[in-house]
């Protein structure tokens, strides 16, 4: 039946495709069954067969060969080699990609792990997933953009010889490698850890995409956070994973797992430890504040949202016991899915366009939930509460700013429908917000969101604006040796939300320290405090200057560095732009200095 649809009928039914069942869609065809490995091949030993798992990738109209779908493009080149390996051919007569058993190495093609082809769809078929798991009505509730121009993400399953992965804005790419003796390569485009790790940075960079800013340690941390706490989440959402996961813990997913460690077996071929990072980390901020690498600090976040998921669930447990439920294991974890997406990802639409701190996640978690359930029925946010706080990040559920903020009359389907008119709004509106009057102000971000609730109920609508500037910081002193007398650039800005009524939700913002031009005294202590707040912002900034520079973590580098298979060391890149410093992270897998 399905070779029967044309291009038309596709797209009528892609659009659809959120009111279609699982089923449905596999009924019509709409969806591709794919053999990836759901965990790295390498690490799961006797579980093997159940780590090549099948899953159902949306079937797109213009699917071609590569694979090459309508946000991603595989392209199997080696830098190293500089040898373009042939890509896997799509058949849209029967609908699926044909892997050449010529594809790779011969001797060993009778397995999966050694047929290029079988990479090239391996890798795409989990980014693919991933990015449609964050644009469900269940998590985002839209497309999520790219950080970059262009529509295509490009994954390069073979980018050489190295046992690392990266994200890279500039060559729009997540490049995979590959290491070891060759007849025993390990391939990280076979990681599914690696893979969901790096595909969480892109999400990230297209969603605030000033979060590559190396600004402090924590926005850098954050970045990790994200990409990690994506592969613990791909991994829990896998139904053969869950099963597995199911025996081992019993539903208490405070115990170890195989979705809880990252990266096994790449881990002990590459560092000999047994895994690169854990989502049962017990890291809190004192235990890794004399510590200047941002990988351990994400694992204070990643612990924390684990326990804080671990603990929900089981309260849920003790609710159901109590309610006379009999739910299995299985299922609890299934709600686990559902509420573990909504808790961790959806706070993402709250957060400020710009240096993201740890206390900002933790206020947009609790905001976040407050905004779908005001009334907390279980008590779920003192488990948050309680978590934020023993792991040592700051948190408040406050609305009080909200609250204050009184503005001038307007009219949100205005706001909401043109960015000039969202910059009016701005810029009108600029001694409650605190913005310096001589500031430029940009409208960074202007979109909205339509989520549901697991019983299928909806959200109330979000749109969400993002307004930024920049204001200079000079490096003066000799302790900023050859960068002495130079600029570099504190971003400020802010996120607000409003509902479809008009009603703030909730207002993050990044301060800056510019003069406020103000006459009223409600205004003038309320801005007074807030240049407070931003000059604190620019004594950290000045600080972390200092400090990458002493421990040799800065460095100029070539325009010419961004192309797929150049890669450098991302210790720092900075640039220059408008006679200011721009300090950049380029968001890879591990740091070098593990090894
Ligand atoms: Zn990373």
């Given at each position: 039946m399905k070779s029967k649809w044309n291009v038309t009928d596709y797209i009528n039914l892609y659009q659809a495709n959120h009111l279609l069942s699982k089923d449905n869609k596999a009924a019509l065809g709409m969806v591709i069954p794919v053999k990836v490995y759901i965990q790295d091949p390498y690490a799961s030993g006797t579980l093997e067969k159940q780590v090549l798992s099948e899953i159902q990738v949306a079937r797109e109209p213009e699917l071609m060969n590569g694979p090459t779908s309508s946000r991603i493009a595989v392209v199997d080149y080696d830098a190293d080699l500089n040898v373009l390996a042939p890509a896997v051919i799509w058949n849209g007569k029967e609908g699926c990609f044909e892997i050449s058993k010529q594809s790779g190495n011969v001797r060993l093609?009778?397995?999966?792990?050694?047929l290029w082809q079988f990479h090239q769809v391996n890798v795409w078929a989990i980014v693919q997933s991933i990015l449609s798991m964050f644009e469900t009505s269940f998590v985002l509730g839209r497309s999520a953009p790219w950080g970059f121009e262009g529509n295509r993400l490009i994954i390069v399953p073979h980018a050489g010889y190295m046992d690392n992965a990266f994200y890279d804005r500039h060559s729009k790419s997540i490049q995979l490698y590959y290491f070891g003796p060759e007849n025993e390569r390990i391939y990280t485009c076979l990681d599914h850890d690696i893979i969901a790790h790096e595909t969480g940075h892109a999400i990230l960079d297209g969603l605030r995409p000033y979060y590559l800013e190396d600004s402090s340690l924590q926005t850098t941390a954050f970045h990790e956070f994200i990409a990690d706490i994506t592969a613990v989440f791909s991994a829990l959402r896998n139904n053969n994973l869950r099963q597995i996961m199911a025996e081992q813990t019993q539903g208490n997913i405070a115990k170890e797992s195989v979705v809880a460690n990252l990266a096994e077996g790449f881990s002990r071929y590459s560092t000999g430890k047994e895994y690169i990072r854990s989502a049962l980390a017990k890291d809190t901020v004192d235990s890794v504040k004399d510590k200047f690498c941002p990988y351990e600090w994400s694992k204070v976040l990643t612990g924390a949202m684990w326990e804080i998921l671990s603990r929900i669930v089981a309260k849920r447990k003790q609710i159901l016991i109590k309610e006379g439920r009999g739910d299995s294991v299985y299922q609890l974890l299934w709600w686990a899915v559902m509420r573990f997406q909504r808790i961790i990802f959806q706070p993402l639409d709250f957060l400020p366009p710009a240096d993201v701190q740890f206390s900002d996640y933790a206020n947009a978690v609790l905001q976040a939930d407050q905004v779908i359930y005001p009334d907390d029925k279980y008590q779920f946010r003192e488990i948050m509460r309680d978590v934020f706080k023993q792991r040592g990040v700051y948190c408040e559920e406050c609305c009080e700013d909200v609250e204050s903020l009184n503005f001038y009359p307007y009219d949100i389907r205005r706001i909401m429908l043109s960015r000039t008119d969202a910059y009016h709004f701005i810029n009108q509106n600029r001694r409650q917000l605190c913005i310096p009057a001589n500031q430029d102000i940009s409208v960074s971000e202007l979109y909205q969101t339509d989520k549901t609730l697991p019983n299928g109920s909806k959200h109330p609508r979000e749109i969400i604006l993002q307004y930024t500037w920049r204001e200079d910081v000079l490096l003066k002193g000799k302790q900023f040796g050859h960068l002495n007398g130079e600029s570099a650039s504190l971003l400020c800005g802010g996120t607000i939300v409003f509902d479809d009524r008009g009603n703030v939700l909730s207002w993050m913002r990044k301060p800056g320290c510019g003069k406020q031009e103000t006459s009223r005294k409600r205004l003038r202590s309320h801005c007074k405090q807030e240049v407070e707040a931003g000059q604190k912002r620019k004594d950290d900034l000045l600080n972390y200057i200092k400090n990458r520079l002493d421990r040799g973590y800065f460095g100029f580098i070539d325009?010419?560095?961004?192309?797929?298979?150049?890669?450098?060391?991302?210790v720092c890149t900075s640039t220059r732009s408008d006679g200011t410093i721009r300090m950049e992270v380029r968001p890879n897998l591990r740091h070098w200095d593990d090894a």
């Open positions: 093609a009778e397995k999966h792990k050694d325009d010419d560095r961004f192309e797929i298979g150049k890669t450098i060391k991302p």
